[in-house]
């Protein structure tokens, strides 16, 4: 059995035939995040990558930009625990902290509405371009990757590209889960994002897309809906959505100058 | 133009064909609330039944317990504000919400590993019983009547039905806040909860099944995937819980007893 999903017993219907068999569902598992010895935040989440997620929410927050302010980071699979020591020169932080975890989170947050946390950004203008056909081929690979899923119905998953081929892989059963264990990942081993794509099964909110704008990513691409907000800031923030992509078809929502068809 | 829904021009493309359209995405709307004149959370939202929404979610939240504590209700909708006041005696309420909001929300939070929470509950034994054809046909209706995601692909929807037809419906960006709305707009219209039955287009994870079993709800069922914790908790508290309900199939993971296949 492996550390994602778990095997019940469930009766299966079809018409007013049933039968009980035996079934895989996804693991929801509490991790606690402890920041320099206080408690942060317990997340449910997918358990793997711990570290990776931790790190890459502690980014997504606001509360670290790079690997060098990360003193120690400590994994108790066990007891769902990891432990980042990052440097903290600003007694205030932990106020910060906690006020905006408040106001952050699934449909329940506005980090946003903080016009200054829009303001304050560069407009993203990397000039990396995709076919369209790429996009609908990097996001077959990626469909095809999604094993968990296939197997549990239950997660979401997010992946890092160059355009040509899928870099990290990521599945968990929030979004955002998924996407800060890419980040979180990046920063460990340092690879850079702002000439990368990231790829979501989920859709493009506006959380999802200042969590994006906040690691520079120039094109971030779904098999989902966008919201009107994910697509405004898209475009002021110059991120190119594609939206709906499947098969052969796609939606660029903003920014479609970086898909260039390429001639014969 | 609706209030859900805003008209943006796209690029489509099918292979290398490209082709400049007008397409509809859905809305995401900031709403504040303010309890008793204090700020208390901005939830992203799809821009209809704020007041229902505040309510779901205070109750959810188990700020309040029924409709006698609620004073007022008044939304501004321009603003985007609904202002909430509850009777309040007890001066530590305000640090408790705080408290109960930072460990709470998709996936971000983990209310339940609050051991008393669920010890405290009781286990719900209503002999509510549907068979798997109500299901099936409630599945049906519900998922006609989801205009909005026919439209944008971009929400959930949740509803309440007495096992034969669909008594109230709700759609939004958040499936906790679908569901909110559901149980907001039962405590307004004081529409008992105990013997009725929730459909939602999301995944059942613990929080939503905590969600759930607060209002004594005995039967969920869910077009998607449940979660480990969520089957346990369904198990512990008693609630029948109906997954991957699509056409004349279904899977049953726990309390299938009221699940009842008729005789000819």
């Known amino acids: 059995m492996d550390n994602e999903t778990e095997k019940v017993s469930i009766t299966k219907y079809e018409g007013d035939t049933r039968e009980v068999i035996e079934d895989v569902i996804v693991r929801e598992y509490p991790v606690t995040l402890i920041l320099n010895n206080e408690e942060l935040v317990t997340m449910l989440c997918t358990p793997e990558k711990f570290d990776y997620l931790a790190i890459g929410f502690l980014m997504s927050e606001g509360l670290i930009a790079s690997k060098d302010e990360i003193r120690l980071v400590i994994v108790d699979d066990i007891r769902g625990v990891v432990r980042v020591e990052i440097k903290q020169d600003n007694p ?47 996001m077959k690979e990626f469909q095809h990757r999604s094993e968990l899923f296939k197997r549990t119905g239950g997660v979401h998953s997010a992946a890092l590209t160059d355009g040509n081929e899928i870099l990290i892989f990521s599945e968990d059963i929030g979004r955002h ?29 506006s959380e999802i897309l200042l969590k994006v704008a906040r690691r520079k990513i120039p094109i971030l691409i779904s098999k989902s809906a966008p919201t009107n907000q994910g697509v405004k800031l898209a475009e002021e923030l110059g991120i190119t959505v594609a939206g709906f992509v499947r098969g052969s078809r796609m939606s660029v929502y903003a920014n479609d100058w970086r898909i260039t068809v390429h001639d014969g």
């Open 92 to 138: 205030e932080l932990k106020d910060a902290i906690f006020k905006r975890l408040i106001t952050s989170g699934c449909g329940r947050g506005a980090s946003f509405y903080n016009a200054a946390d829009v303001r304050d950004r560069v407009k993203i203008e990397t000039d990396l371009r995709l076919t369209p056909g790429q996009v609908t081929s990097i």
């Open 177 to 205: 889960n998924a996407i800060d264990k890419i980040f979180g990942e990046c920063t460990m081993k340092e690879i850079p994002l702002d000439d990368k794509v990231v790829v979501t099964s989920g859709r493009i909110s």
